[in-house]
């Protein structure tokens, strides 16, 4: 993914998600070391990712995380390594990798399952602001 700038990580998000969103611009705020870009799952990028890595969008269909160095991410395993990158108290959530993933996929199943009754969702994608701009791909 050549838009993607070397050591920078990819979220890709649902753009349509109130909650996804809402935990992008929280990513956002905590992000210190300028670790994340983001694009949304319906964006050009993101259909790339989901195409070269087969990922089933009715299965997998809310966050992803890639980097050029360590390939793709999903789910819970996606949503600790995020956590992990955004200082404390949010990076101790990476003990979390010692739960079975089985067992974390299935929380974060049933909130991604319910995300859109739970917390509803937008018509169109976020549109970023011009000083956040640079931080999106797609």
């Known amino acids: 993914m050549n838009q993607l700038p070397k050591h920078k990580q990819l979220i890709l998000f649902d753009g349509v998600c109130n ?31 989901i195409a070269k890595y087969h990922i089933d969008p009715v299965k997998t269909d809310s966050i992803l995380l890639y980097s050029n160095e360590n390939g793709l991410k999903v ?17 101790i959530m990476v003990v979390f990798l010692i739960v079975p993933t089985f067992i974390r996929n299935s929380v974060y199943n049933y909130i991604a399952k319910n995300r859109y009754k739970w917390y509803g969702k937008k018509d169109a994608c976020m549109i970023p602001t011009p000083e956040l701009k640079d931080k999106f791909l797609g």
Request: net charge positive.
């Open 75 to 91: 789910k819970s395993t996606a949503a600790l390594y995020i956590a992990k990158h955004l200082g404390f108290p949010n990076n």
């Open 19 to 49: 909650l996804c969103n809402s935990t992008v611009q929280y990513v956002i705020k905590h992000d210190k070391k300028d670790v994340f870009r983001f694009a949304p799952l319906q964006s050009a990028i993101g259909q790339t990712i």
